[in-house]
């Protein structure tokens, strides 16, 4: 039989396999139930094929309820600023199971303009830069279940087209 990890770590596109992973870990804590599954979804295929990764992982995940759950990582989701309060939306109610954005109010969390030298991309982002334009989006999630977000912040460091998302969670 296959674990998650297993089923879920390629997405063939073009022929071209691409390599996506789902880690799981369980705790029990005073009794209680803790779960933290970090993602790396695939962008190719759309918002669509994102959220089937989505139900996917949350149809495993129900099998073995918890008390408290954080699920997060990169779900690449290239959303438009407008409509990012409609996706985030769409997001937790396929998660299901009171699940919550902690950056419910987070607008970015990846600066495409940023990325490798050896990107084919990287001359013209490059150009772009120097326009000071930004090719922002909300890629990055942290989403919790019975647990109080005492602190939050975005760092806004170079280095990486994501940017570090930190958070103090409580039970």
């Not at 962008?43 to 408290?68: A, C, M, R």
């Not at 830069?129 to 999630?141: A, M, P, Q, S, V």
């Amino acid at each position: 039989m296959l674990t998650l990890i297993q089923k879920f770590r390629t997405v063939n596109v073009k022929n071209r396999i691409i390599k996506r992973g789902a880690l799981t870990a369980h705790f029990v804590y005073n009794g209680k139930k803790f779960r933290i599954t970090n993602v790396h979804l695939a962008w190719e295929g759309g918002f669509k094929h994102t959220l089937n990764q989505l139900s996917y992982i949350q149809k495993e995940l129900s099998t073995n309820p918890v008390d408290y759950e954080i699920i997060l990582g990169d779900f690449n989701t290239y959303t438009p600023f407008r409509s990012l309060s409609k996706r985030r939306k769409i997001i937790e109610n396929v998660l299901g199971n009171g699940l919550k954005d902690v950056f419910f109010d987070l607008p970015w969390s990846c600066d495409i303009s940023y990325v490798s030298n050896h990107d084919k991309l990287a001359p013209f982002l490059r150009l772009l830069r120097k326009f000071k334009i930004n090719l922002r989006f909300r890629f990055d999630y942290i989403f919790a279940k019975n647990l109080k977000t005492t602190y939050k912040e975005m760092l806004d460091l170079p280095g990486s087209d994501h940017r570090p998302l930190v958070c103090n969670l409580e039970f």
